[in-house]
């Protein structure tokens, strides 16, 4: 259901060739040295919604501990894998080779994205098999026998499932830095309307392309969580959390494939810590030079931005870690309730505005005018209701 909005901020920001932060001052309210107030309290929510990030330095932690232990203290050796982990990224970031690396890395994910279809399939030949029962059980209107630890789990979900909303402010970087409309005119006449149209189509194409990858892998692992964690009453928790969840793939391939979930479990967490890292950077790097503190203009000052940047980033996450002694799975599932309750509205809104005001001549079509906003309004509802049953002013549905 976010598929528009993360298009309507990727138009606007190639239309106009914008990063995020000087997109969204384009909204209306009170500024600070010509930012909008908007994506000012946006990168104030941002610090909070890094939680996330924060469970999967602890994630990774625990993962590494469990199949290279460093120490017989599973917490000592956790912290100390997350310290190496974090240089390394930080080093990674400083090299510049991630961006070679990036292929390997999406065809590792990718491979693990496509065993996940395959192990759903292979459970259907055992004791674990999902009947038409089971997933009908799963369209009832209930939050369970607890409602508001019910809410609560949903809207941390609606936050973190498809395009998270801090995925959805990084988006136009990753437009802008692939070279997005790079040989489209800056003045909007004939010739620019002609270049921008195809690399708008583009845009279409990369996002209906990761809306049905991310939505396609997310039921299929949560049927597998279902059909195989929740019978054997598993509840993955703790630094061990990733390891825990391998039982979907050993149920169903059998324990030779552990080592397969292990090396794309630690892809996909990895690549995500990597790429929120290098995108915290360009945010920051961003208003930092929309607010004239840095010269914006000159590569070698924004490179350094970037670089000083990561390193603040990366240490603030592993000194969160060591510091906050959660377990990671909590880190995840608060960082992302905050992120669906404050980070997600100022995008509703901020994307909202843009889209209204993007140049008519490539403005979204009146059919997606109408979708982005019911998208908008089931998404606030969904939220506004949740947090209404979490605090007890409104009554759960009920089968």
């Known amino acids: 259901i976010k598929f528009f909005l993360q298009l309507e901020i990727g138009r606007y920001c190639l239309v106009y060739r914008r990063p995020t932060i000087e997109a969204l001052s384009d909204c209306p309210g009170p500024r600070l040295r010509g930012v909008s107030w908007l994506p000012l309290a946006y990168m104030a929510a941002y610090t909070i919604s890094l939680l996330p990030a924060v469970g999967i330095v602890g994630g990774l932690a625990g993962l590494m501990q469990a199949v290279a232990p460093i120490s017989a203290d599973a917490l000592t050796g956790a912290r100390i894998w997350a310290v190496l982990i974090v240089l390394a990224t930080a080093l990674l970031l400083r090299s510049g080779i991630y961006g070679q690396l990036e292929r390997l890395v999406a065809l ?4 693990f994205c496509v065993s ?6 292979l459970i259907q030949g055992t004791d674990y098999r999902i009947a038409a029962s089971d997933l009908l059980s799963g369209l009832t209107g209930s939050l369970g026998a607890d409602s508001r630890a019910g809410a609560y789990a949903v809207i941390s979900l609606m936050g973190a499932l498809g395009t998270t909303a801090n995925e959805l402010f990084m988006y136009p970087y990753w437009v802008l830095e692939k070279g997005y409309g790079s040989d489209v005119p800056a003045e909007h006449n004939d010739v620019w309307l002609a270049r921008i149209k195809p690399w708008i189509r583009g845009l279409h194409l990369d996002v209906a392309f990761a809306t049905v990858v991310a939505a396609a892998v997310t039921v ?47 892809c996909a967490l990895y690549s995500t810590l990597v790429v929120v890292a290098a995108a915290t950077a360009r945010m920051w790097a961003d208003l930092l030079g929309a607010m004239s503190l840095i010269d914006r203009h000159n590569s070698r000052t924004l490179n350094k931005t970037h670089r000083v940047v990561q390193w603040l980033c990366l240490g ?42 993007t140049d008519r001549r490539v403005r979204m ?31 759960s549905p009920t089968q």
């Open 108 to 111: 590792l994910v990718g491979g």
């Open 365 to 395: 079509s009146r059919l997606a005018a109408f979708a982005l906003v019911i998208s908008v309004l089931v998404l606030a509802a969904c939220t506004a209701a949740g947090l209404l049953i979490q605090v007890g002013w409104m009554k």
């Open 116 to 121: 996940v279809f395959i192990a759903l399939a």
């Open 220 to 266: 299929a692992f949560y049927l597998l969580g279902a059909a195989i964690l929740h019978r054997e009453n598993v509840h993955p928790e703790g630094l061990a959390v990733v390891e825990q969840i391998s039982a979907v793939f050993t149920s169903s391939y059998g324990r030779w494939s552990y080592a397969v979930y292990i090396a794309g479990a630690f």
């Open 316 to 357: 603030g996450m592993l000194v969160a870690f060591l510091a906050i002694n959660e377990a990671p799975h909590r880190l995840v599932i608060f960082g992302q309730f905050f992120s669906a309750v404050v980070n997600m509205p100022l995008m509703m809104f901020g994307i909202c505005w843009l889209a209204f005001h």
